[in-house]
């Protein structure tokens, strides 16, 4: 009788460590059950560089693709701030007219006013921090939707964007100066893009063998290590193409490597801290969470000052690109390509459900869908019209996918 349950344990891990076979079938049921993970966003991936590139030969070459992530990275970093308050079930519609505002005030300070550059951009995010506090506390203390606010927001900073530029309208930053070589030709050395490369994959490698041990010695079902090894392999495989072929022309931008490395930290304070887990248990749940003693409204002011934080970094960032800031920077359709991003990429606009990653997928999609409607020289407002139908049909998704676990939860 003694030995029984070590049996059964024992039979519980050959079960769990099926190997591909049983990773597959589990992938399977993933998708029978509404759990489409980033499946959406990479065959839409396919399809978009098939068909441009059958359109347009330029599309894909080396050089156009290290342009493309340039552009990426500044609106990616404002759909990374979004995907905070998505994950509440909350909005923050002025992240547009915020990225705007920080450009003004890195203008104003760092060009009209001599102020340093570094503290200059300081000041900027000091002030989207300021704004994201607003919101949380209208919304925690008089119970103001974050539509509404924001939308308030959005008018006033605007308002405050085209006071600080003045009657010019616009300030040209220094030309040569690092902010601006960083936005838009300082490129990585090609031998240490291949080194950085080889990070993500031995980070999942490393992060899976502490999972297997960390069960293991708690006598759970330990992961298949065949499975952790493919992943790790094919994921570097990928990585390790894709710089191969960018190094074929200028090369990998450092500010894509910055974008991707916040997106890293900040699926690290998601996934596993304690904050991160508070997140998604309000988004998922006001009520219960409520009653399980996280603080609610706390959360609320973090999520929302690190969306308002990273939209005007983003600003920062979309200035050191066009080495200006303007009455333009933060209007259009910045709002639809950051929130549809984030939705493109797989966070919920219903709570609970995302992951920083998504920002990173979803602006690829929106800026490859941008760059290839550019490239075919489609006016403005094609271009609106087929990026809105792509946010609406990323949504339709989400939703029948989201009936769909509710449907399988319920069987």
């Known amino acids: 009788m003694s030995e029984t349950p070590k049996i059964d344990r024992a ?19 993933r998708l029978r059950s509404g759990d489409l993970g980033v499946l959406p966003v990479i065959l839409g991936l396919i399809v978009i560089a098939v068909v441009f590139s059958s359109l347009n030969p330029v599309f894909m070459r080396p ?19 979004v995907v905070f308050c998505l994950l509440l079930g909350e909005i923050d519609l002025s992240i547009g007219s915020m990225s705007g505002v920080a450009s003004a005030i890195l203008g104003v300070l760092w060009v009209n006013a001599g102020v340093p550059w570094p503290f200059a951009i300081l000041a900027a995010l000091a002030a989207g921090a300021i704004t994201g506090f607003v919101y949380a506390t209208l919304l925690n203390t008089f119970g103001m939707p974050s539509f509404v606010s924001t939308l308030a927001g959005l008018l006033a900073l605007l308002g405050l964007q085209l006071y600080l530029l003045g009657k010019s309208g616009s300030i040209n930053l220094p030309f040569q100066s690092f902010v601006i070589r960083f936005g838009q030709t300082m490129v990585m050395p090609g031998w240490l893009s291949y080194l950085v490369a080889l990070i993500p994959g031995a980070t999942i490698f490393w992060f899976g063998l502490q999972t297997r041990t960390q069960r293991a010695q708690a006598n759970l079902s330990v992961p298949s290590m065949s499975v952790l090894v493919v992943k790790a392999a094919g994921l570097t495989a990928i990585i390790l193409g894709a710089v191969w072929y960018l190094n074929q022309g200028r090369g990998v931008p450092w500010m894509f490597l910055f974008f991707m490395a916040l997106v890293a930290g900040m699926e690290y304070v998601l ?10 248990a309000v988004g998922g749940n006001r009520e219960a969470a409520r009653r399980a003693g996280i603080k609610v409204e706390r959360i609320r002011i973090y999520a929302f000052m690190l969306c308002s934080t990273f939209a005007a970094f983003g600003g920062v960032l979309a200035a050191s690109r066009l080495a200006s800031a303007s009455r333009q920077a933060g209007t259009g359709d910045v709002n639809l390509n950051a929130i549809a991003a984030a939705v493109i990429g797989g966070t919920s606009l219903f709570g609970g459900r995302g992951s920083a990653w998504s920002a990173l997928l979803g602006v690829l999609v929106i800026q490859a869908i941008s760059n290839g409607l550019t490239l075919l020289n489609l006016s403005s407002s094609l271009r609106y019209m087929i990026l809105g139908a792509v946010l609406a049909i990323a949504v339709i998704v989400d939703s029948l996918a989201r009936q769909s676990r509710a449907s399988h939860g319920r069987a």
């Open 11 to 29: 039979d519980t891990r050959v079960r769990a460590d099926e190997g591909l076979l049983g990773a597959l079938r589990g992938f399977l049921d």
């Open 63 to 81: 050089n156009n693709l290290t342009n493309l992530l340039f552009d990426a990275a500044a609106v990616g970093l404002i759909s990374l701030g």
């Open 271 to 280: 996934k596993r801290t304690k904050f991160g887990r508070s997140i998604f």
